[in-house]
């Protein structure tokens, strides 16, 4: 039973097209949400964490949110450079190795 | 700082064959932990340590083994190659004091023939 769900899977923009990705969860006890941005043949790279419903955070044109049931991560005006695979991972009770990953979106933006 | 480093960058094994994935990191980060990231799907954690000397299994933990001598260090040992294990392997580090947010390695590509 996946407990982490990505959607899209995949994510065809125009430059300056915004749009955004979902991550919903179905763990419960939450520790955090964390959001990584994964390039072709290299490790995720971390974003954003997120804790607690109503927490936002932002990273130039990217804004993470989160919900009780999901989190969107948000692409305002999207450029080429922000082509790559958005990964989202959960982390619940207390023992910090528990993290579950979705499958990821993979975001191509065109100029 | 380095990060977290992790070698070969890509490695050929034969069915059968035993090898050894390094990684390491320079962060003084207590918690160490290896995933294996297979097509059209998420990152799967197979073993992971809270410190030196204490190690846990993940979700998919069987056919390998690990150790952790010192902070530093976290090799990933398999034991007997099985076409099965072909994958991209990535160690992660993290630590209380950033959150608990996990810095992954470059990778390492594994091929069993």
């Known amino acids: 039973e996946d407990q982490v769900t990505q959607s899209p899977e995949a994510l065809r923009l125009q430059e300056g097209e915004s749009s955004s990705l979902n991550c919903s969860y179905t763990v419960s006890g939450l520790r955090g949400l964390f959001w990584y941005r994964q390039d072709p043949g290299k490790g995720p790279e971390f974003l954003f964490t997120l804790y607690s419903a109503g927490e936002e955070k932002e990273k130039e044109r990217l804004k993470a949110t989160l919900t009780k049931k999901e989190s969107f991560l948000h692409i305002t005006a999207p450029k080429p450079e922000d082509s790559a695979t958005y990964l989202c991972a959960v982390r619940e009770g207390d023992s910090w190795g528990k993290l579950q990953f979705g499958a990821g979106t993979q975001v191509v933006v065109t100029p | 700082n380095a990060g977290v480093t992790q070698t070969p960058k890509f490695q050929v094994l034969k069915t059968g064959q035993s090898m050894t994935l390094q990684c390491a990191q320079d962060?003084?980060?207590?918690?160490m932990s290896w995933y294996r990231q297979d097509p059209g799907m998420g990152l799967r954690l197979i073993h992971y340590s809270v410190g030196a000397g204490i190690t846990d299994q993940g979700e998919v933990p069987n056919g390998y083994n690990v150790s952790r001598s010192t902070t530093e260090d976290f090799p990933l040992r398999l034991l007997s190659a099985a076409p099965s294990q072909t994958s991209v392997y990535f160690c992660a580090s993290s630590s209380s004091e950033v959150g608990e947010t996990q810095y992954f390695g470059p990778g390492t590509r594994l091929l069993v023939l």
């Open positions: 962060m003084n980060h207590e918690y």
